[in-house]
């Protein structure tokens, strides 16, 4: 199946781009995609171009291809310990929380936080 990439402007009035969301072929091409670690100091960072796929069953899908950060020094026994850290009942913490800002190919711009 095709997808419908959308380049600038696009309104949800526009009956393509709202065709392309709802059979979830709707993708926004991006200049720069940036992954904000939260709660962190210094934050982890990953910055790139790529895309962003949105469709009414799908939800929200994120692909970029971004280099390690100098930050985030690879070490998969500590990956493991975080993953398995966690504890039913207790809050997860703002560092495992990532901010989303995109930039699309027109240079508009959104920040999204999960």
Known sequence: MAKNRFQGVASV????FKRAFIDGN??????????VQLGAD?????VS?????????????VRLVAVRSQS????PIKFLRRLSSHRPGVI????????LEAKDVAGLSAPIQY
Do not use: F, T
């Open 72 to 75: 985030d020094a690879y070490d």
């Open 49 to 61: 171009a790529g895309s962003i796929e949105v469709g009414a069953n799908r939800g929200v899908v």
């Open 26 to 35: 709707l993708v926004i091409d991006c200049s720069e995609i940036r992954l």
């Open 42 to 46: 210094p934050p982890i960072e990953y």
């Open 92 to 99: 997860v913490p703002d560092d495992h929380y990532y901010r």
């Open 13 to 16: 009035e526009d009956d393509d």
